[in-house]
């Protein structure tokens, strides 16, 4: 149950602004209408209306389709929210009347559908609802308020392109950063944390494998690359299992394989893209090297030639692991509990996902930050599988949605708890 005092908060702060009704009606519109990364321009323009309706002054086009809104509320410090606009190539399955029937082009030319599996439609609604209560409390605090809208955060690229359009030399330079993530093992209603190290270190690796292509029926006359991608697969398992720390966190998965046109074909050509996961610089270089020494010398192994060694290549989406500074995280965690109630703030464990959000605690000023998990599983759905019925969708999943309602109310409420803490509310 909520307490009392959270209650009022909630009732008090957001009702008096109609923002309740008026901030899932937001939600809904955020989700039937998603954009995939590098590609968020009316979610950009949507965001940047919401934000000078509440009084921000708003820049547009910063890093892509980037948007900041800075309200200046004499001498303080200077707080940044940040919220992730793009979306997933995922064809929602969930059902809901809302649901996404949205169609996009990929980068490779694929087209895809398109969803908010991952919660950002609701990180928006959260971030502007908090931005709207702050304003509206704006004699209770002193400082600068930067809320940046950011885009391409599932490719890894979002925060690097707005930094290196000068986001903290044109605009402000931020004391402290906030932001919030869902997680999908908590219910609707309450927020989770994690102090220190919370997510990984991402690199994604594209492997191109030649081969000799021929007839199916004379593999002697060919190298296979199809065998030589599943001998590389096999071995990149013991990079793991053998090569690294056992207390050490490391993944690496093979996410996409492909190869071949027909039965009786042998191609010449195949490719492999990984997803490689570490916390500490060594684990990551480790597993990078390791997995071009094991695809290079397995293809040798099978007799081919120097010229037709794979090509293995890092690509620019690296996102560095996230750092939740323990003096922040702590107070923010004080705030949010007194904003909705002690029993629903709790600790949750680091995990292996990855968030770029922790680039803009590496600048060279190193400031310091602090994401919060939020909550976001129906509460009927959760208390269900606790019951031993079926299971709960994860992030990224077709079948992933909030409870809207509880999910951004509780959101707002602990997010403007910790904003008004770090600009002098209480």
């Known amino acids: 149950m909520r307490s009392f005092c959270a209650t009022l908060f909630l009732l008090i702060s957001m009702q008096a602004q109609g923002q309740s009704t008026d901030l899932v009606e937001l939600y809904k519109y955020f989700h039937a209408n998603p954009e995939l990364s590098f590609q968020e321009e009316q979610t950009s323009e949507r965001v940047a209306r919401e934000l000078r309706a509440a009084g921000f002054e708003v820049t547009t086009r910063v890093g892509g389709f980037g948007v900041v809104g800075l309200f200046e509320n004499g001498e303080g410090p200077t707080l940044m929210l940040r919220m992730d606009t793009d979306a997933l190539p995922v064809v929602e399955q969930t059902g809901l009347p809302y649901a996404s029937k949205a169609r996009g082009v990929e980068l490779t030319g694929q087209e895809v559908g398109v969803m908010h599996a991952c919660g950002h439609d609701a990180h928006m609604t959260v971030v502007i609802g908090a931005a709207r209560e702050m304003l509206a409390r704006r004699d209770e605090w002193r400082g600068t308020l930067m809320v940046i809208a950011q885009p391409a955060e599932e490719r890894g690229a979002g925060a690097r392109m707005m930094l290196d359009d000068g986001l ?198 190193k400031i310091p930050g602090f994401m919060m998990r939020l909550g976001a599983v129906p509460r009927d759905r959760f208390a269900a599988v606790e019951q031993g019925e079926g299971s709960l969708p994860s992030l990224h999943s077709p079948f992933f949605y909030p409870e809207p309602e509880l999910t951004i109310e509780t959101g707002v409420a602990a997010m403007t708890a910790a904003a008004m803490g770090l600009l002098g509310g209480d």
């Open 168 to 365: 903290f030399e044109r605009f402000r330079q931020p004391d402290y950063n906030l932001s919030l993530h869902m997680i999908a093992t908590l219910p609707a209603g309450k927020a989770g944390y994690v102090s220190g190290w919370a997510m990984a270190n991402v690199d994604m690796v594209d492997i191109t494998l030649h081969g000799v292509g021929g007839h199916g029926a004379y593999p002697h006359t060919t190298k296979d690359p199809i065998v030589l991608a599943a001998a590389i697969i096999m071995d990149l398992q013991t990079l793991v299992s053998r090569e690294i720390h056992p207390l050490e966190p490391a993944v690496v998965t093979v996410g996409s394989i492909h190869a071949g046109a027909k039965h009786n074909i042998i191609s010449d050509r195949a490719e492999l893209q990984l997803t490689v996961r570490s916390y500490s610089d060594e684990v990551r270089d480790k597993l990078l090297t390791g997995i071009e020494r094991i695809a290079v010398n397995q293809a040798r192994a099978l007799g081919l030639p120097e010229e037709k060694l794979p090509i293995v290549e890092i690509r620019n989406e690296y996102t560095p692991a996230l750092w939740n500074d323990p003096a922040l995280t702590a107070r923010s965690v004080t705030a949010m509990k007194r904003a909705i109630g002690n029993e629903n703030v709790v600790e949750v464990s680091r995990e292996m996902g990855g968030e770029d959000f922790s680039r803009y605690g590496r600048t060279e000023a």
